[in-house]
Nanobody, 111 residues
Framework: QVQLVESGGGLVQAGGSLRLSCAASGSISRINAMGWYRQAPGKQREFVAAITIGGSTNYADSVKGRFTISRDNAVYLQMNSLKPEDTGVYYC????????WGQGTQVTVSS
């Protein structure tokens, strides 16, 4: 089993920045990729960014050039130039045989 705990969400004005963190524990040796998804009210959960164990990254078109995913002992999502449409609950996930999810952290961007 893998446990994921997100932190770093909050309220920010449009144009501002936030940095999300995701700490993994448990059977972390199984993990071969981690990523971030988000869910806005009334919408489906959508992909935001991912990073493999080898460091390859992938981004949704809507966040390219604004968000950066990175990792060391945790996975981070640096979010710059935030827009109101970035508002939602951000979830960390980890792929390692099974797909694991964190509990989510709220990001609210005011206009």
């Amino acid at each position: 089993q893998v446990q994921l705990v997100e932190s770093g969400g909050g309220l920010v004005q449009a144009g501002g920045s936030l940095r999300l963190s995701c700490a993994a524990s448990g059977s972390i040796s199984r993990i071969n990729a981690m990523g971030w998804y988000r869910q806005a009210p009334g919408k489906q959960r959508e992909f935001v960014a991912a990073i493999t164990i080898g460091g390859s990254t992938n981004y949704a078109d809507s966040v390219k050039g604004r968000f950066t995913i990175s990792r060391d002992n945790a996975v981070y999502l640096q979010m710059n130039s935030l827009k109101p449409e970035d508002t939602g609950v951000y979830y960390c996930n980890a792929q390692g045989g099974l797909l694991y999810w964190g509990q989510g952290t709220q990001v609210t961007v005011s206009s």
